[in-house]
């Protein structure tokens, strides 16, 4: 019996349309390809000319064949011609000799600030917040500084030229007025963006009683869970690539704290309190280093995760420490932060990139000043 024409049709087509699965996985990546187009075209609206200037930026980043030039100086003045043919120009040559490596640091940071600030004035929200975010931290180490003058009974007003630029913000003269920590702590609750976090964690007494890198941790702690919580509400690529950044940046300092708090009289229970709760060691990891008691205990609760793991397979003699290879990881992650586009982790990135940029001319300055050509290459190459 032949099948009727419909019933023959019927069988082509099924023959010829794609299974369910595939029309579904189809479906999804249309979806996807329909959602990112629409994210790079609103997120071009408002934040695609400064994505574009940030990435030009991280193009005149020291290359490896940078720094080969800069290894060969025999004096700073050399050193000074070699960095005028890269994109620093002739930032140094106002600057008399002999030239001093602070002198390289402070112009270096220089260009680094014009760059930042450049990228401020031209944000609109979320970008500028998101911005504000990166200033935060170097708010606190600023306002940690003045603290510590205070307590000391120091001139203030000689800290202020000792602040990160980035760090400053428009009440910190207003600290310097400050003749005793309860005035200074009313001073910061009403004139810093940091406002938050000292009213959340400490008291005017604890900044008289408590040491002071406990304070430092305290505001870290609370900078470091507020960011990341900001940069998961932004959601998207940024909040991907700035939670892992975060996380890194967590659980290096919950190994710093606890390494450094060995033979001090800090509690195991006043150290786990220092620790961020929004890294990659949280919980599990957090728990068992705030109960270590030595190096090998902090080696055997991160042997779990693999990221971290190698960190502590330093060779006995190496001229690499613990801090140089969070010091690669970072590197590491903010290179990739720029295989993304639409995102502002770029902007993060770069920051953090052109500050171990810095830390790598301040090393190769310092070997060529003290004459010891035999250490000069122990930086960490960037590209």
């Keep these: 019996m032949r099948a009727s024409s419909s019933q023959t049709a019927h069988a082509h087509f099924s023959r010829a349309t794609p299974n369910k699965n595939f029309r579904l996985s189809l479906h999804r990546f249309c979806s996807y390809?329909?959602?990112?187009?629409?994210?790079?075209?609103?997120f071009n609206v408002e934040d695609g000319f400064l994505e574009a200037i940030v990435r030009g930026y991280k193009a005149?980043?020291?290359?490896?064949?940078?720094?080969?030039?800069?290894?060969?100086?025999?004096?700073?003045?050399?050193?000074r011609l070699q960095l005028a043919s890269t994109d620093y120009g002739n930032f140094l040559q106002?600057?008399?000799?002999?030239?001093?490596?602070?002198?390289?640091?402070?112009?270096?940071?220089?260009?680094?600030?014009?760059?930042?600030?450049?990228?401020?004035?031209?944000?609109?929200?979320?970008?500028?917040?998101?911005l504000d975010y990166i200033t935060y931290a170097y708010m606190i180490d600023n306002v940690i500084l003045l603290i510590t003058g205070t307590l000391h009974e120091r001139d203030t007003n000689e800290l202020l030229d000792r602040c990160h630029p980035l760090g400053m913000f428009d009440g910190i003269a207003a600290?310097?007025?400050?003749?005793?920590?309860?005035?200074l702590y009313s001073t910061v609750l009403v004139e810093s963006p940091l406002a938050p976090y000292f009213e959340k964690c400490l008291s005017a007494q604890d900044l008289d009683e408590m040491n002071i890198e406990i304070i430092r941790n305290t505001l870290y702690k609370a900078y470091l869970e507020d960011f990341y919580n900001y940069c998961g509400q932004l959601g998207g690529a940024?909040?991907?690539?700035?939670?892992?950044?975060?996380?890194?940046?967590?659980?290096?300092?919950?190994?710093?704290?606890?390494?450094?708090?060995?033979?001090?009289?800090?509690?195991?229970?006043?150290?786990?309190?220092?620790?961020?709760?929004?890294g990659k060691l949280y919980p599990e990891g957090t728990m068992k280093l705030a109960r270590a008691d030595d190096v090998d205990q902090v080696r055997l609760a991160v042997d779990a995760y693999p990221e971290y793991k190698s960190f502590f397979d330093i060779p006995v003699g190496s001229d690499k420490?613990?801090?140089?290879?969070?010091?690669?990881?970072?590197?590491?992650?903010?290179?990739?932060?720029?295989?993304q586009q639409?995102?502002?982790?770029?902007?993060?990135?770069?920051?953090?990139?052109?500050?171990?940029?810095?830390?790598?001319?301040?090393?190769?300055?310092?070997?060529i000043s003290q004459q010891q050509k035999d250490r000069i290459n122990n930086y960490i190459t960037i590209f």
């Design 238 to 278: 940024t909040s991907d690539v700035m939670k892992e950044i975060l996380q890194f940046e967590a659980d290096r300092r919950v190994i710093n704290i606890t390494i450094n708090s060995f033979n001090t009289e800090l509690s195991k229970d006043d150290r786990a309190k220092l620790f961020p709760n929004c």
């Design 342 to 367: 639409f995102h502002f982790g770029v902007f993060y990135s770069y920051v953090k990139l052109k500050e171990q940029e810095i830390r790598n001319i301040v090393w190769i300055a310092e070997c």
């Design 33 to 42: 390809l329909s959602r990112f187009v629409m994210e790079a075209l609103f």
């Design 94 to 130: 106002n600057e008399p000799s002999p030239l001093a490596t602070t002198t390289i640091a402070d112009k270096a940071r220089e260009t680094l600030v014009s760059h930042f600030q450049y990228m401020r004035a031209n944000a609109v929200k979320p970008l500028a917040q998101f």
């Design 175 to 183: 600290l310097c007025v400050a003749t005793n920590v309860s005035e």
């Design 60 to 79: 005149g980043i020291l290359t490896s064949g940078n720094y080969m030039n800069l290894t060969q100086c025999e004096t700073l003045d050399d050193l």
């Design 321 to 339: 420490s613990l801090e140089d290879k969070f010091f690669e990881h970072e590197v590491y992650l903010n290179k990739k932060s720029f295989l």
